[in-house]
């Protein structure tokens, strides 16, 4: 009876899946590279958020549903958070379009700017 997990072909010998080489050599375990990973995929996420945000707030002020003052705020908030995502991928070296995750038939995830 064979294992429901064993999917070798018949004659095959079984090989480790933890120490497979083609397993090792897909897994980028450098840490800079994995921190550099991480911080990518976090500004990522900050500069979607900030894009909804943004679409919102013209959303509002097409509507007129925000007074002058609110619209000052909005803005002067808008654009610290678009000055500190600068200085945040210039610290860690990446560019705007290392943050646009490509998904496939769906195009990029991030709009452009």
């Known amino acids: 009876m064979t294992d429901a997990s064993d999917d070798r072909r018949p004659g095959e010998e079984p090989v480790s899946r933890s120490h497979s080489p083609s397993v090792r050599q897909r897994i980028d375990a450098d840490p ?51 000055e500190k995502m600068e200085e945040l991928r210039e610290h860690f070296g990446l560019e705007p379009e290392d943050l646009n995750i490509d998904l496939g038939p769906l195009g990029p995830l991030l709009a452009d700017e």
């Open 32 to 82: 800079e590279s994995v921190e550099r990973g991480l911080v990518a995929l976090v500004l990522t996420l900050v500069e979607l958020l900030r894009q909804l945000m943004e679409r919102q707030a013209l959303r509002r002020v097409d509507a007129g549903d925000l007074s002058d003052d609110q619209i000052e705020r909005i803005g002067t908030t808008l654009m610290l958070l678009e």
